[in-house]
Every structure is written in structure tokens, then in C-alpha cells.
């Protein structure tokens, strides 16, 4: 990890983290993902089928797992995993039971009646990644907030390994959520199928989960036909630690995120040279016969940082300025401080609440903004599944009340008709309308 003290050099390194997705390879990825999506678009089924043998190694035929293969993979789930993943679904399902938003109806100074209602999706397709390793956990995170959104059709995708099965502890966590149509596809041609529909898989309303590259690019390209929860990047942990912070949870807690994926980023804020000195030997220690230890040693190699700050105020300011995705504070007065953070997707308040609690069972959503978008968004939410209506419901003494002024802006925009359809309702002549509606031009028919 490098380790830096300036704090404009310090700012010149975030940036360069938040960008670690370089753009001459999404450009090129870019070009495939639009193949793809144009092919499946255009064969449906056979071209996922022809995808998943070309990228994944077998045939998905079918391209669904039978509901009775997510029964037996949860009946073979050790007991304790089986008891874990129920506390994570419930701890997760009472949270976001929290989230759901109230209808709206107020009334308006004329007695019109203004509202917003909000309704659920009527399908979420949700992607599951594989590859590097297998997330249980995302299947809950996901699945929960859209059921309690109150969405009827949920589909789950994502990638078999090359003999054609899931992950069992996937697969089991799909049946325990209760999502019934799983389907054995990952990649771009997986979101293609869920938002353009095919033969056999229903086109959706709203994407969510995280992906690859190539996933991620797959949503960005679909978003408009249909809604996505956000635009994952690489993971990343930002800790602010001072004196008081154990180097050995610091350590762990950095390469949690690095274990992750080369492209994951663990940065280290600290006002504690000692700490600063102490976390190198560490992280080595506990990289000693780690099993991914290829995988961190590559994102700390290349996306790892320490910096040393003055205070705590510059720590925060840099912080701010990364706007992580995940923020740890292991400080003395760590309330303080997270009331001073502005940008972050998920703070992690002091000693007790490593990141990984809020990866696995703390209730709040796991998937956040990455690469600095926490500067304009946030977690996952149940009003990810949910859309609003406005309702408006105006009187005629309402719309007498307010004519004059809408004809007026009506004819400073030009819009003749806009004026027209409010004047017809009137039940009066326009001179009773005051100033306003004199001085607009007279209709005669």
C-alpha cells in the first residue's frame, strides 16, 4: 500500500481510486455488450443459450432452475448456515419493512386536493453475481426490499459454474426469499433477457443487483426501456481510524475489502503515525496462508492507500471528497464525526461495526453506491421497486381560483390550447377573472 502525507497528493490518489475502471476498457467491453444485447434482443432464447456455452462452458437447457432443485439445496444446507441465513433475512426484512413510504394528500388553498401515491413494480429481475465467489447474501438484499415493496413477479439470475449448477448456498437463499424463477445466466446477455424478455423469461421493470463490467454495462445500455437500482463499480473501504484504533482490526478490515477483487480499494485515513507504521506488517501477518491472498495482495498492490492526516477534519474532508462506499470510523468520538461526513454510502460507528455485519445481517441494504457516486446516491431502498403518481383533483372554484395565472403562463409559453382548455371550464367570463386575465389576448369563436 502507498502510504502518503500531502494532502493535495493524498486528494490526486482518491481521484485516481474513483476512476480504477479505466475508460479505453469499457469502451472496448462496450462494444460486445451492445452485440449481445442486440442478439438476444433479436433470438431470445437461443442466443442466451449460445452465450452461456460460448462464455460459461454448458448448454443452459433449461434455461431455469426447477423450484424443487432450490428446495433440496436448502434441505442440504448445514443447519447453522441454515439458521444464519434466516436471522440475515429477518434482520433485513424488519429493516426495510421501515423504508416503505407513506401516500400523500394534501389540500391546497382553494380546496383542490394534491397527492402522490406510490405502487409497486409489477416485475424486479434481480442479478446475482458468480465467478470470483458465491453471494448468498445479495440474493437476500435484494430480494427482500422488492417483496416488501410489495412486487409480484421476481426473477433471479446468475452464472452456473461450467457443469450447469448454482451455488448452493445461493440456491438456497433463493428459496428462503421465495423467489420461484431462477435463472442459470450471468453476463450481459442475462440482463438483456430481463429487460427485453424473451420466449421463456418475462420482460421486467426493474433491474437490480450488482455484476461484472460487462454487467454493469449491460444496465447502464437498458436503463430507459427499463429501471436499474444504480451502476456498481469496484468495492471499496474507506477506515478513519486515530489512536485509539486496534492495528489488527484496521488490518482485517482493509483486507475484508480487498479480498474481494483485484479492482477493490481499501484506503486507510489515519492521524496515528504509529498506526500508519504498523499496518504493513500487519496486513502481511495476516495475509500468511490466506486463501484469496493473490486477490488482496493485487488491490492493495495497486489500489491500497495510507495517509497520514493532521486531523481529523482533513480526514473528513478527504473522505468526503472520495465519497466511499463503505466508511468505517474507529475513533474516539466516532458519532462526531460521522455528523460531519456528507458523502458516504454506508458509515460503519465505531469498534463493534466492521463492515462486514452491514455485508451480511445488519438490516440496512448492502448494496451502495461505489467511485465516488455516493455524492448523489444511496443504498438500495425498497422505494427501488416502488414509482409515484401524482394526484390532482381541483374544484371549480379551484380552477377559477388560479385560472387567470395558468392562461397567463400558458400564453407566455405560446401553448394556445393549454390556455384554451382552462378557459371553457370557466363558469365565468374572462373579465371577471381580475388583472391577470385581462391582459391576456381575447378569443372569439
Known sequence: MRCVRDPHQAQRELERLAHRSSASCQKQAMKTVEEILETVRAKGDQALVDYTERFDGFRPEPLTVAPEELQDAWQRTPKQLQSALELAHRRIQDFHQHQRPNDLMVEGVHGERLGRRWRPVQKAGIYVPGGRAAYPSTVLMNAVPAQVAGVEHLVMSSPAGANGQLNRTVMA??????????????????????????????????????????????????????????????????????????????????????????????????????????????????????????????????????????????????????????????????????????????????????EAVGDYLAGPNHTLPTCGTARFSGALSVETFLRHTSLIEFSQSALEATSGAVRQLAASEGLHSHAESVRIRSANTPSTHGAADDALPQHHH
Open 173 to 354: 437463499a433463493a428459496h428462503l426469499a421465495g423467489i420461484s424463477k431462477v435463472l442459470r445466466l450471468g453476463g450481459a446477455q442475462a440482463i438483456a433477457a430481463l429487460a427485453f424478455g424473451t420466449e421463456s423469461i418475462p420482460k421486467v421493470d426493474v433491474i437490480s443487483g450488482p455484476g461484472n463490467l460487462y454487467v454493469t454495462l449491460a444496465k447502464k445500455a437498458v436503463y430507459g426501456q427499463v429501471g436499474i437500482d444504480s451502476l456498481a463499480g469496484p468495492s471499496e473501504v474507506l477506515v478513519i481510524a486515530d489512536q485509539s484504533a486496534q492495528t489488527d482490526q484496521v488490518a482485517a478490515d482493509l483486507l475484508a475489502q480487498a479480498e474481494h477483487d483485484p479492482l477493490a480499494s481499501a484506503v486507510l485515513l489515519t492521524t496515528s503515525e504509529s498506526l500508519a507504521e504498523a499496518i504493513p506488517s500487519a496486513l502481511e501477518a495476516q495475509l500468511n496462508k490466506h486463501p484469496r491472498e493473490e486477490i488482496c495482495r493485487a488491490s492493495l498492490s495497486n489500489w491500497g492507500l495510507v495517509v497520514i492526516c493532521k486531523n481529523l477534519e482533513i480526514c473528513a474532508q478527504l473522505s468526503d471528497h472520495f465519497a466511499p462506499e463503505h466508511l468505517e470510523l474507529l475513533v474516539e468520538h466516532p458519532h462526531k464525526l460521522a455528523d460531519r461526513i456528507k458523502n458516504a454510502g454506508a458509515i460503519f460507528i465505531g469498534p463493534w461495526s466492521p
